[in-house]
């Protein structure tokens, strides 16, 4: 074959991958960064001292083994798993979306969620070549029951995701109506993934529901993960739920997904889990702070929030987002990513200092 008519490689690569852009993660070298809904503190030098030793003394040369079994039952104790449940563990809670996707391609099959929402439910689906249904919420961000339900009897999803609390708008979302869709759910047999991501700063937890009404949640599986905790830099998810189910997910897991460096860290922050349960409350204190003070701001309309994130409508969202930048604050503009959150920003709550700075800084960029 000539040079000329050799084919390029790239034909066998997915014409939709082809299309897409790559996850675009902003520089954030030298700045405040309250853009992706990290912990702000770091660890004390005496526990990255004591970390520092522990990670030292792990068997590297080793495939991950009984390690990652010590952290799957630490999860289930700290989590107080109900009987007839099983956990798993994923390489962060994205990679356990995939695998929900993977198990749920059969023909036709698709998946659903409110928006705006997480972003990965419709890649998950996408990547796997599952169709994705988006269900706008209602303008102040409540779910729209009516439409919900509309939705899964038209599609029957076999995956539908709400996120609890939700981002970007970080609120919690009602519980008589989630109850009411995920009954509607189970008609068809459709699971409802609960996605807790943001379960340390939530006044409420789904897992109470399915501690005490196991047979409405049959079909729920519940996912967290230690990201928004303390330990994004970790990459570790769990899920949980009935353990027929978890089981049948738990056989596409890559079988070495979670690096014994990862379960590492993991047990470390269990075995400190009140330093970061105290990290916690004063990053929800911190938010109050936070949302007190935008509401005090002409043009500034906090909404509320259960994460440790504050979604705010401000007058015009990229002069507000430069500004910021332009003081070394870097924040999430979210307003071209839903029509709902026309000029919103996302702030992630940072420690009493960068919100001070950012209180400050505010004003001036409106
Ligand atoms: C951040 C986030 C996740 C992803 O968590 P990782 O464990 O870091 O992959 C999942 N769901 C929601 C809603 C999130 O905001």
Redesign the pocket.
């Known amino acids: 074959m000539s040079h000329l008519t050799t084919p390029s490689p790239m034909r066998f690569i997915r014409q939709d991958i082809q299309s897409m852009h790559a996850y675009a993660i902003q520089n954030a070298a030298g700045m405040v960064k309250l853009d992706a809904?990290e912990n702000p503190f770091s660890l004390s030098p005496e526990l990255q001292k004591q970390l520092g030793e522990r990670l030292g003394a792990v068997a590297i040369n080793r495939y991950p083994g009984a390690r990652v079994d010590d952290l799957k039952r630490a999860l289930c104790a700290h989590v107080d798993l109900p009987s007839g449940h099983a956990l798993m563990l994923?390489n962060?809670?994205?990679?356990l979306?995939s695998l929900l996707a993977m198990a749920c391609d059969t023909p036709g099959a698709s998946i659903l969620a409110p928006l705006p929402?997480?972003v990965?439910y419709a890649m998950g689906a996408q990547l796997q070549g599952l169709v994705f249904h988006g269900v706008p919420l209602t303008a102040d961000f409540e779910l729209d029951e009516t439409a919900m339900v509309e939705a899964l009897r038209q599609h029957q999803p076999a995956i539908t995701y709400l996120?609890y609390p939700?981002?970007p708008t970080a609120n919690l979302w009602d519980a008589a109506v989630i109850r009411r869709l995920i009954a509607e759910a189970a008609r068809f047999g459709g699971l409802v993934v609960m996605?807790e991501?943001?379960q340390p700063f939530s006044s409420r937890s789904w897992l109470t529901e399915m501690r005490s009404q196991p047979e409405a949640n049959a079909n729920v599986l519940l996912?967290r993960?230690?990201?928004?905790l303390g330990l994004?830099g970790v990459?570790?998810?769990y899920l949980l739920g009935p353990k027929a189910l978890v089981d049948e997910v738990d056989k596409l897991r890559p079988p070495y997904n979670v690096s014994v460096l990862n379960a590492e860290c993991a047990l470390f922050a269990l075995e400190h889990a009140e330093v970061f349960a105290a990290q916690a409350r004063q990053i929800c204190q911190q938010r109050d702070v936070l949302i007190h003070a935008l509401a005090s701001m002409p043009g500034v309309t906090p909404f509320p929030s259960d994460a440790n994130m504050v979604l705010a409508r401000v007058t015009d969202a990229q002069r507000c987002f430069d500004g910021l930048k332009a003081r070394g604050l870097l924040v999430k503009n979210v307003s071209k990513m839903h029509p709902l959150l026309g000029q919103c920003l996302r702030l992630t709550v940072g420690t009493p200092t960068e919100n001070a700075m950012l209180i400050r800084a505010l004003p001036d960029c409106l």
């Open positions: 809904m994923g962060g809670s994205d990679e979306i929402g997480f990965m996120a939700n981002n996605d991501a943001y996912m993960t230690l990201s928004k994004a990459r570790l998810g």
